[in-house]
C-alpha cells in the first residue's frame, strides 16, 4: 500500500516533466511578468536569437534565477513557473 503510493507519485512527477504542454504555470501570467520586470535589460529577441544560450527547460528555469539575482526582484516559485512557461510556449518550445 505505502510502496505503491510512492511509486504512483514518482510516475505523477516524470509525467509533468516530460511534457512540455502540461508545464505548470499560467501563460498570460507570464507574459506580464515578463513585461513588468525583464525588459529593463533586455527584451523578447534575446530569446529567438540564433545562439540563444538556453537550450532545455532547465536552462530555462536557472536562466530565469540567474536575472532574478541581477535585479531586486524576488520571484515566487509560481511566477518562476508562469515566466517559465510563457517563455517556452512563445519562444523555445522545449518539449
Ligand atoms: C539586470 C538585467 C536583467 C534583467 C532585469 C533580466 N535579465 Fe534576463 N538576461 C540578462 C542578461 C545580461 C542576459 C544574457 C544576455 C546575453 O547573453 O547576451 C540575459 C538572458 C536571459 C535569458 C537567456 C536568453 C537566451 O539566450 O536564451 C533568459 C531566458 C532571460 N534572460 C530571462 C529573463 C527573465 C524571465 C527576466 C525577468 C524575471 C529577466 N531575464 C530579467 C539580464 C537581465
Given at each position: 500500500?505505502?510502496?505503491?503510493?510512492?511509486?504512483?507519485?514518482?510516475?505523477?512527477?516524470?509525467?509533468?516533466?516530460?511534457?512540455?504542454?502540461?508545464?505548470?504555470?499560467?501563460?498570460?501570467?507570464?507574459?506580464?511578468?515578463?513585461?513588468?520586470?525583464?525588459?529593463?535589460c533586455?527584451?523578447?529577441?534575446?530569446?529567438?536569437?540564433?545562439?540563444?544560450?538556453?537550450k532545455?527547460?532547465?536552462?530555462?528555469?536557472?536562466?530565469?534565477?540567474?536575472?532574478?539575482?541581477?535585479?531586486?526582484?524576488?520571484?515566487?516559485?509560481?511566477?518562476?513557473?508562469?515566466?517559465?512557461?510563457?517563455?517556452?510556449?512563445?519562444?523555445?518550445?522545449?518539449?
Amino acid at each position: 500500500m505505502h510502496k505503491s503510493f510512492v511509486v504512483s507519485a514518482i510516475a505523477a512527477v516524470f509525467s509533468v516533466s516530460a511534457q512540455a504542454a502540461s508545464l505548470p504555470g499560467d501563460t498570460a501570467s507570464g507574459k506580464k511578468l515578463y513585461q513588468a520586470n525583464c525588459t529593463s535589460c533586455h527584451n523578447d529577441s534575446v530569446h529567438t536569437r540564433k545562439d540563444h544560450t538556453v537550450k532545455n527547460l532547465q536552462g530555462l528555469t536557472d536562466q530565469i534565477h540567474n536575472c532574478e539575482h541581477m535585479t531586486d526582484v524576488k520571484l515566487e516559485k509560481n511566477q518562476v513557473n508562469d515566466l517559465v512557461k510563457y517563455l517556452n510556449e512563445t519562444f523555445y518550445k522545449f518539449k
